[in-house]
């Protein structure tokens, strides 16, 4: 996955080193090289030059240098805390997406006529105000209702394990524990069930460390409370501002627990550690001795994911934990958490799930939050918010409709002609190193070369047949929260489904229409979907310099994964293997540990500063 946002391009194509602050008009001439003077030159030549900023001494400052021109002429919208390329990109992008939703063709696939029809259903602001809270009390009650907004709360109608699992199955929320089913890490050949830690709403870093984050946390804690008592009010239950708030702390107190049992991400990049195969009894058995009061029955767990595929387990059913210490110390705390405070955070977690898709009074207060936590001005307009939410449910059904206005085949072609100029670029730097043996260095051929490459869109777009049938569960109706159940739902019912299915090392896991890529470590296969393919990052009708400066750093970036601290974990085939010898591991961890201490060197004098960087 992409991580690196860069504002400007230029510090990627050009190395100025550190020399004197020189004229790009006679730089050109003291160099003894033709010089390209066509009209693709030109233009290019042109956009580099509106993106320095001349007066900079690129020895004292090269950011501001290669990229202040750029910074300075793209202001930060008020919808947002930060601004850069891939903004840039993901603005054109929505606004294509937004005219594809839009409009209603007869002649669309039917997939892409429901993406169309939910885009109007988001949008329909008239039918979600009337509907106000409505659906989410309705929503709330199937689970006995939330306590911190009733005033006649029974906790005999409440079932932690029923609103955990409804909250997976329907809304892919996490509360407690992660579940989910995916490539079977040491056997690229089959899919395994997984079961990981809870995530949490909050980054980790603030939940453990809320003393570096009071206003963060204390705007949490109030925009909690404040549904709360909306909730209290529309239901005429009456619940006082100070209950709400001592609840509303309570909530929080609980996931600060619930984040501190939790492995943090610089501690789970060995795949090795995270993998720990065991049959549903032995899991059984394991959570049992965390406690003698709070329970869980797995077998529960997986006949109520699994209850409409079909499929049957016994005990022996064979499944990876990636966390065993959570698990066991997730029961110890849920052990000793009141029932009442226990059942306002899982109806909490599902109301955070649903409050953008909510009526305004709802949204409004998740924009509040917001506000403080990000620093933006402004909330996003709605026409936005329902094209994200749309293609993030129908992402194939409305990347199918973009690739075929959107998308030159031609591009294609020459993203693959570039990959493979890149794969023998690295190949010749692979034969270059010094501190991999020749053992390494052979099987890092062998990876690169069995690497599989996805480009553009998905191979079955050409058979319209097959886009109807992905989407045949799907019945888009006008009601906007009943649509994002039904699309969750069925996400996660075509994820449970593969668990008996054969791999199929070729099916795309994105949508198309996005602006992003990524390296699936696991089928040894690197993603670029068609929506990154576009300017600025790639372009047909320039210079190939700036394609290979651009799109290159983004191919370059993603190939590298496949041999990185994790890539190297995994073999060709994308298991979990070690592949690399044990004399050129240390040889690279020595290597690595200097920038270990660099990084661990620096001091960040504003904290809120430094936080607000790391987020991006």
Not at 61 to 67: G, H, K, L, M, V
Request: proline share 4%.
């Amino acid at each position: 996955m992409i991580l690196l946002r860069y504002g400007c391009l230029l510090a990627l194509l050009i190395n100025v080193g550190c020399v004197p602050l020189f004229n790009l008009n006679t730089w050109e001439r003291e160099l003894d090289v033709n010089v390209c003077t066509t009209s693709q030159c030109q233009q290019s030549a042109a956009l580099l030059v509106r993106s320095l900023n001349q007066s900079a001494d690129p020895c004292e400052d090269f950011y501001q240098f290669a990229c202040g021109g750029w910074v300075a002429s793209h202001e930060v919208p008020k919808t947002r805390s930060h601004w850069n390329q891939f903004n840039v990109v993901d603005d054109k992008l929505n606004s294509q997406l937004k005219k594809i939703l839009e409009t209603d063709d007869p002649m669309d696939p039917e997939p892409v006529r429901s993406a169309h029809r939910m885009y109007e259903a988001c949008m329909d602001t008239e039918r979600i105000e009337a509907a106000g809270l409505n659906p989410l009390i309705k929503l709330l009650d199937e689970f006995g209702g939330w306590p911190m907004a009733m005033t006649d709360w029974d906790p005999t109608d409440f079932d932690w394990l029923k609103i955990t699992l409804e909250s997976i199955r329907r809304w892919s929320t996490m509360s407690l524990f992660y579940f989910y089913v995916y490539v079977d890490r040491k056997n690229s050949n089959q899919s395994v069930i997984t079961v990981d830690q809870a995530s949490v709403v909050l980054p980790r870093s603030m939940l453990v460390e809320p003393a570096l984050y009071r206003t963060q946390i204390e705007a949490y804690k109030q925009w909690i409370a404040a549904n709360a008592l909306l909730m209290s009010r529309h239901t005429k239950q009456n619940v006082s501002v100070e209950s709400a708030v001592i609840a509303a702390d309570e909530v929080v107190a609980l996931e600060m627990e619930l984040a501190a049992l939790t492995t943090p991400s610089e501690m789970r990049r060995n795949a090795f550690r995270m993998y720990q195969p065991m049959t549903l009894r032995t899991l059984q058995m394991w959570t049992d001795t965390a406690s003698d009061t709070f329970r869980v029955d797995w077998a529960r767990v997986v006949a109520h994911l699994f209850a409409e595929t079909g499929l049957t387990f016994d005990l022996g059913e064979r499944l990876i934990v990636r966390e065993m210490d959570f698990l066991f110390h997730l029961f110890k705390l849920l052990e000793r958490t009141p029932t009442r405070v226990l059942a306002n955070y899982l109806h909490w977690r599902l109301v955070k799930t649903v409050s953008r898709d909510l009526n305004s009074e709802v949204s409004n207060l998740a924009f509040e939050f917001e506000r403080v936590f990000t620093g933006a001005e402004l909330d996003v307009p709605r026409w936005q918010d329902c094209v994200e939410t749309v293609t993030s449910l129908m992402g194939f059904a409305v990347g199918y409709k973009y690739v075929k206005l959107h998308f030159d085949n031609e591009a294609k072609r020459t993203a693959l002609q570039m990959v493979g100029i890149m794969e023998a670029a690295f190949l010749s730097q692979v034969d270059a190193l010094t501190w991999m043996d020749e053992e390494t260095r052979t099987a890092t051929r062998e990876k690169l070369l069995a690497t599989t490459y996805f480009i553009g869109y998905p191979h079955w777009y050409h058979n319209e047949s097959a886009l109807v049938a992905f989407y045949q569960e799907v019945e888009v109706s006008r009601n906007h929260l009943e649509n994002v159940e039904l699309l969750k739902t069925v996400q996660f019912r075509q994820m449970v489904r593969n668990l008996r299915r054969p791999i199929d090392r070729l099916e795309w896991l994105t949508s198309p229409a996005i602006v992003n890529a990524y390296n699936n470590l696991q089928m040894n296969s690197v993603i670029f979907p068609a929506g990154i393919l576009q300017p600025p990052f790639f372009q047909m009708d320039r210079t190939q310099a700036l394609n290979y400066g651009s799109i290159g750093v983004v191919i370059g970036h993603e190939i590298m994964h496949g041999f990185d601290d994790m890539g190297r974990l995994n073999d060709k085939y994308g298991n979990l293997a070690q592949w690399w010898s044990e004399a050129t591991i240390q040889t690279y961890l020595q290597k690595a540990q200097c920038f270990v201490d660099q990084y661990n060197s620096y001091r960040c004098p504003n904290w809120m500063m430094c936080f607000t960087q790391r987020r991006r």
